[in-house]
């Protein structure tokens, strides 16, 4: 990266910045991405994992967010169909007020989806709940919906591979410690966090794109607001894992939060098991390591055991908490209630050479990306940009997933693998399924568990370090193989 000047620096290896990254390399540009810790450790690892439309955001009359949202999640689905993967929803309504209130809201949803929707809604009976979801206490009939799922840490990753393969340079461990030039921002100053060692990259317009983080980024070169105020506002959300078997369900469920705040709790199965979430409280503390406090835990944990009586807090067996990079309402003195706060994103310009990126969503990091290329383009030169190209580029896999995953199964057979892990493989790393099988047949131990009882591979673990960066063990374990989700207790294994 010091050897050249970059078109364009992008400073943060989340969703927002992986997609900028593919965006503008896509393009024609020259690209560089750096990252101070790993790609996907900030928001885009500790999300609720769901690409879906934001149905919450038509009661706050965001009727164009929803509409970007359900068409981004139209694109994601069928760019990453082994990652982005359809998830029934129930959305209980125990009262006639509740049914009618979120049948006109389900009603106007499917029409904005229309021509992209996953799946149309229609009513559901107590029974019908019970049928799908097998461990609920209650006697609430309801909805039934579709949004999509995904590994959101994998598909970070994934966008920031094709990025590579389009000619962008990445570096994850790699912290900005300054802004480069006088008056015009001219690049960054980096620290490999890992060797110590310090360089300057250099670009023509540098991107801000770190989340949660970018006040912290554009005070580097003397670009707060202009009223001293910060632009974010975080919000901590805060998810629980369940042990398999603890809540049985079929199907994700949204049930009342017991608060009686008017937000409701997601309930969503993960392979043999099922998370919670999430909370939606304003943030003060430290923007690296934000924790699961026993008020958000008690929280989570009192809307799951209102609908399943026998969970306890003994069931859970992994908790994760992210912040959300919100943007502060500009005409508000005192700080607004996080989920009054706008989900859209917002981009600044300024000072010159600097171009910052806050807010938005996992669903729409692509439209995001768009947008803010967009105006770089324009301020390189747009004689030299492409259009944007994001919309047709697979991110991972060429083709059918149901194709994938025949032919995947085939060769697990022929190799005496579980089914399931010709699925894992596909899911996880889509056409490189056959580059893992491969390996597997060459070297058989790595189609072992690396911890008995849970689906992860050793194959994995190869892959995470020779496909995906992964360079610490928290990389490996935390996320790309996210054995500490499944798992708090687990200790990460000696890989070497």
């Given at each position: 990266?010091?050897?050249?000047?970059?078109?364009?620096?992008?400073?943060?290896?989340?969703?927002?910045?992986?997609?900028?990254?593919?965006?503008?390399?896509?393009?024609?540009?020259?690209?560089?991405?750096?990252?101070?810790?790993?790609?996907?450790?900030?928001?885009?690892?500790?999300?609720?994992?769901?690409?879906?439309?934001?149905?919450?955001?038509?009661?706050?009359?965001?009727?164009?967010?929803?509409?970007?949202?359900?068409?981004?999640?139209?694109?994601?689905?069928?760019?990453?169909?082994?990652?982005?993967?359809?998830?029934?929803?129930?959305?209980?309504?125990?009262?006639?007020?509740?049914?009618?209130?979120?049948?006109?809201?389900?009603?106007?949803?499917?029409?904005?989806?229309?021509?992209?929707?996953?799946?149309?809604?229609?009513?559901?009976?107590?029974?019908?709940?019970?049928?799908?979801?097998?461990g609920f206490g209650g006697s609430s009939g309801?909805?039934?919906?579709?949004?999509?799922?995904?590994?959101?840490?994998?598909?970070?990753?994934?966008?920031?591979?094709?990025?590579?393969?389009?000619?962008?340079?990445?570096?994850?461990?790699?912290?900005?410690?300054?802004?480069?030039?006088?008056?015009?921002?001219?690049?960054?100053?980096?620290?490999?966090?890992?060797?110590?060692?310090?360089?300057?990259?250099?670009?023509?317009?540098?991107?801000?794109?770190?989340?949660?983080?970018?006040?912290?980024?554009?005070?580097?070169?003397?670009?707060?607001?202009?009223?001293?105020?910060?632009?974010?506002?975080?919000?901590?959300?805060?998810?629980?894992?369940?042990?398999?078997?603890?809540?049985?369900?079929?199907?994700?469920?949204?049930?009342?939060?017991?608060?009686?705040?008017?937000?409701?709790?997601?309930?969503?199965?993960?392979?043999?098991?099922?998370?919670?979430?999430?909370?939606?409280?304003?943030?003060?503390?430290?923007?690296?390591?934000?924790?699961?406090?026993?008020?958000?835990?008690?929280?989570?944990?009192?809307?799951?055991?209102?609908?399943?009586?026998?969970?306890?807090?003994?069931?859970?067996?992994?908790?994760?908490?992210?912040?959300?990079?919100?943007?502060?309402?500009?005409?508000?003195?005192?700080?607004?209630?996080?989920?009054?706060?706008?989900?859209?994103?917002?981009?600044?310009?300024?000072?010159?050479?600097?171009?910052?990126?806050?807010?938005?969503?996992?669903?729409?990091?692509?439209?995001?990306?768009?947008?803010?290329?967009d105006r770089v383009a324009a301020a390189i030169?747009?004689?030299?940009?492409?259009?944007?190209?994001?919309?047709?580029?697979?991110?991972?896999?060429?083709?059918?997933?149901?194709?994938?995953?025949?032919?995947?199964?085939?060769?697990?057979?022929?190799?005496?693998?579980?089914?399931?892990?010709?699925?894992?493989?596909?899911?996880?790393?889509?056409?490189?399924?056959?580059?893992?099988?491969?390996?597997?047949?060459?070297?058989?131990?790595?189609?072992?568990?690396?911890?008995?009882?849970?689906?992860?591979?050793?194959?994995?673990v190869e892959l995470a370090r020779s496909r995906?960066?992964?360079?610490?063990?928290?990389?490996?374990?935390?996320?790309?193989?996210?054995?500490?989700?499944?798992?708090?207790?687990?200790?990460?294994?000696?890989?070497?």
């Amino acid at each position: 990266m010091a050897e050249h000047t970059f078109d364009v620096l992008v400073i943060g290896g989340g969703i927002t910045g992986a997609g900028i990254a593919l965006d503008a390399a896509s393009r024609g540009f020259s690209v560089a991405l750096v990252e101070k810790a790993d790609f996907a450790s900030g928001t885009s690892g500790r999300s609720s994992r769901l690409i879906h439309g934001g149905i919450r955001y038509l009661e706050h009359g965001e009727v164009g967010l929803v509409r970007e949202c359900l068409r981004e999640r139209k694109v994601l689905l069928r760019l990453a169909p082994h990652l982005v993967r359809p998830v029934p929803m129930y959305l209980l309504a125990p009262s006639a007020k509740a049914r009618a209130r979120y049948g006109v809201g389900l009603a106007g949803y499917d029409l904005l989806a229309v021509g992209r929707n996953v799946g149309v809604h229609h009513r559901v009976t107590a029974q019908q709940v019970r049928d799908a979801v097998p461990g609920f206490g209650g006697s609430s009939g309801g909805y039934r919906y579709f949004e999509c799922q995904t590994d959101d840490a994998r598909l970070t990753v994934e966008v920031a591979r094709t990025a590579h393969a389009f000619g962008a340079v990445l570096a994850n461990h790699a912290e900005v410690t300054g802004l480069l030039g006088d008056g015009r921002v001219a690049g960054a100053a980096v620290t490999d966090t890992l060797s110590g060692e310090a360089l300057e990259v250099r670009a023509k317009v540098t991107v801000n794109a770190t989340g949660v983080w970018a006040d912290r980024v554009s005070a580097l070169a003397g670009g707060a607001a202009a009223d001293g105020r910060p632009r974010l506002q975080p919000s901590k959300g805060v998810h629980l894992v369940f042990a398999p078997g603890a809540i049985q369900t079929t199907a994700a469920v949204v049930v009342p939060a017991a608060a009686g705040d008017g937000r409701s709790v997601f309930l969503v199965p993960w392979d043999d098991r099922v998370y919670a979430g999430t909370t939606d409280t304003p943030y003060a503390g430290d923007l690296d390591n934000p924790t699961v406090e026993t008020a958000d835990q008690q929280y989570v944990l009192a809307a799951v055991a209102r609908h399943f009586p026998a969970v306890t807090e003994r069931d859970v067996v992994a908790s994760w908490a992210g912040l959300r990079p919100l943007l502060a309402s500009a005409e508000a003195r005192e700080p607004a209630a996080s989920e009054d706060l706008s989900r859209r994103h917002a981009v600044f310009e300024g000072p010159a050479g600097l171009v910052t990126i806050s807010g938005g969503k996992l669903t729409t990091y692509r439209a995001m990306a768009e947008d803010l290329v967009d105006r770089v383009a324009a301020a390189i030169g747009p004689a030299r940009a492409g259009r944007c190209r994001t919309r047709s580029i697979p991110l991972g896999l060429h083709g059918s997933a149901a194709d994938a995953l025949a032919l995947a199964r085939a060769e697990a057979a022929r190799l005496a693998l579980p089914p399931s892990a010709a699925a894992r493989l596909v899911q996880r790393y889509g056409d490189d399924w056959r580059q893992a099988v491969a390996m597997i047949g060459a070297e058989p131990a790595l189609g072992e568990p690396v911890i008995d009882g849970l689906p992860v591979l050793k194959v994995e673990v190869e892959l995470a370090r020779s496909r995906e960066m992964a360079v610490t063990d928290e990389d490996v374990f935390v996320r790309r193989t996210r054995l500490t989700t499944r798992d708090a207790s687990v200790r990460w294994p000696d890989t070497g």
